[in-house]
């Protein structure tokens, strides 16, 4: 069975940094292309970064350009995203997904950026 | 970035009748490879999404039978052909065609 499982989320003051990981077992993880997704409260989803299986093409919103970065551990089964400048507007529940088409998604990691 | 508008924003529905939302991009989402990536998913209340449909019209597995995709160029629809109880819950569409991903606003479907 797949399973994406994400953790690292709190609360961080704005200017902060956060890491945020990704466990996934169920699938040959170093295999796939993986994303991060983010959804503020009561809001849509948003797109956030992509990491092919090489970690040899990586794509970021505009949103988090410069601030974000995403990187991955093949042989610890996990992806990660370091969060850096936090601002209030990154105040969001942090999903990982697998493959470009978005198969499978973790049950995400909240993340409160607050004074 | 490719927009993507969804429609209606809140979709109240009887239960066993129809549903269909709608879905535009603001460019083609006709792939170099000649596929369309364009993808539904479904977010029950407090749960994370789960794709429903891949590629327009293909279901994922476990999806009901009752859920269905069309459309093509920058025009789709999700339909649900009678709609139940625990089909409650908030629709987006997604393009995977261009960088970067985008999602529809979504669509609220409830029970009238």
């Known amino acids: 069975e797949v399973q994406l499982v994400e953790s690292g989320g709190g609360l961080v003051q704005p200017g902060g940094s956060l890491r945020l990981s990704c466990a996934a077992s169920?699938?040959?993880?170093?295999?796939?292309?993986m994303n991060w997704v983010r959804q503020a409260p009561g809001k849509g989803l948003e797109w956030v970064s992509y990491?092919?299986?090489?970690?040899?093409?990586?794509y970021y919103a505009d949103s988090v350009k410069g601030r974000f970065t995403i990187s991955r551990d093949n042989a610890k089964n996990s992806l990660y995203l370091q969060m850096n400048s936090l601002r209030a507007e990154d105040t969001a529940v942090y999903y990982c997904?697998?493959?470009?088409?978005?198969?499978?998604w973790g049950q995400g990691t909240l993340v409160t950026v607050s004074s | 970035d490719v927009v993507m508008t969804q429609s209606p924003l809140s979709l109240p529905v009887t239960l066993g009748q129809p549903a269909s939302i709608s879905c535009r991009s603001s460019?083609?989402?006709?792939?170099?490879?000649?596929?369309?990536?364009l993808n539904w998913f479904q977010q029950r209340p407090g749960q994370s999404p789960r794709r429903l449909i891949y590629?327009?019209?293909n279901r994922d597995s476990g999806v009901p039978d009752r859920f269905s995709g069309s459309g093509s160029g920058t025009d789709f629809t999700l339909k649900i052909s009678s709609v139940e109880a625990e089909d409650v819950g908030v629709y987006y569409c997604?393009?995977?065609?261009?960088?970067?991903?985008?999602f529809g606003g979504g669509t609220k479907v409830e029970i009238k």
């Open positions: 997904a697998r493959d470009r088409q978005l198969f499978y």
């Open positions: 169920g699938f040959t993880f170093s295999n796939y292309n």
């Open positions: 990491i092919t299986s090489s970690s040899s093409t990586i």
């Open positions: 460019q083609s989402l006709v792939y170099s490879d000649g596929n369309t990536y």
């Open positions: 590629k327009v019209s």
């Open positions: 997604m393009q995977g065609t261009h960088w970067p991903l985008t």
